[in-house]
Antibody, heavy 121, light 108 residues
Framework: QVQLVESGGGVVQPGRSLRLSCAASGFTISSYAMHWVRQAPGKGLEWAAGISYDGSDKYYADSVKGRFTISRDTSKNTLYLQMNSLRAADTAVFYC??????????????WGQGTLVTVSS | SYVLTQPPSVSVAPGQTARITCGGNNIGSKGVHWYQQKPGQAPVLVVYDDSDRPSGIPERFSGSNSGNTATLTISRVEGGDEADYHCQVWDSSSARVVFGGGTKLTVL
């Protein structure tokens, strides 16, 4: 069955970098658009970044543009989020999510369990 | 940027109908998707494209979208429906995914 497993979270100092990974199984990420969605403690969901099914287009929220980079390794069936210049406001649970292949619009039919990133000195 | 507005909380007695709104400028022209999120868990898609249900989601969950308001309706509410509900759209003008602030549904 479809499974998404995030890793790479942890405690990091402001200004430092962190790379999140999302290992997919049960499907091939090269056929699906994939996204990162984050949720600060006690807050709502906030979309962070997305990558098209063929990897040619990447999209970013204004709050992370220029600091975060979404990428993928199809040979490993893994999605990544490189996060640089981290701020306290980036503290959140980060989820990877899949857009269904047949969907005309952008929505998410599968989510990982999330990985917690804490930015603190 | 496009903004979606949800009430912070909605309360309903078991067996009654809960309606959770999601407001946005001309939201009726967009496809709206709804997610249920229970504490400590990842979100789950419960309604997509305004009113369609993924397989496995009970018929008690339904949606509508017109004008400036989309609505998630949960009929015959059960205790297990207590959760946060998030609406979401794709804003094509900015190429951004937008979420509402989320609504906490409390079953009295």
């Amino acid at each position: 069955q479809v499974q998404l497993v995030e890793s790479g979270g942890g405690v990091v100092q402001p200004g430092r970098s962190l790379r999140l990974s999302c290992a997919a199984s049960g499907f091939t990420i090269s056929s699906y658009a994939m996204h990162w969605v984050r949720q600060a403690p006690g807050k709502g969901l906030e979309w962070a970044a997305g990558i098209s099914y063929d990897g040619s287009d990447k999209y970013y929220a204004d709050s992370v543009k220029g600091r975060f980079t979404i990428s993928r390794d199809t040979s490993k069936n893994t999605l990544y989020l490189q996060m640089n210049s981290l701020r306290a406001a980036d503290t959140a649970v980060f989820y990877c999510a899949r857009k269904p292949m047949a969907a005309a619009g952008t929505l998410f039919d599968s989510w990982g369990q999330g990985t917690l990133v804490t930015v603190s000195s | 940027s496009y903004v979606l507005t949800q009430p912070p909380s909605v309360s309903v007695a078991p067996g009654q109908t809960a309606r959770i709104t999601c407001g946005g400028n001309n939201i009726g022209s967009k496809g709206v998707h709804w997610y249920q999120q229970k504490p400590g868990q990842a979100p789950v898609l419960v309604v997509y494209d305004d009113s369609d249900r993924p397989s496995g989601i009970p018929e008690r969950f339904s949606g509508s979208n017109s004008g400036n308001t989309a609505t998630l309706t949960i009929s015959r509410v059960e205790g297990g429906d207590e959760a946060d509900y998030h609406c979401q759209v794709w804003d094509s003008s900015s190429a951004r995914v937008v979420f509402g602030g989320g609504t906490k549904l409390t079953v009295l």
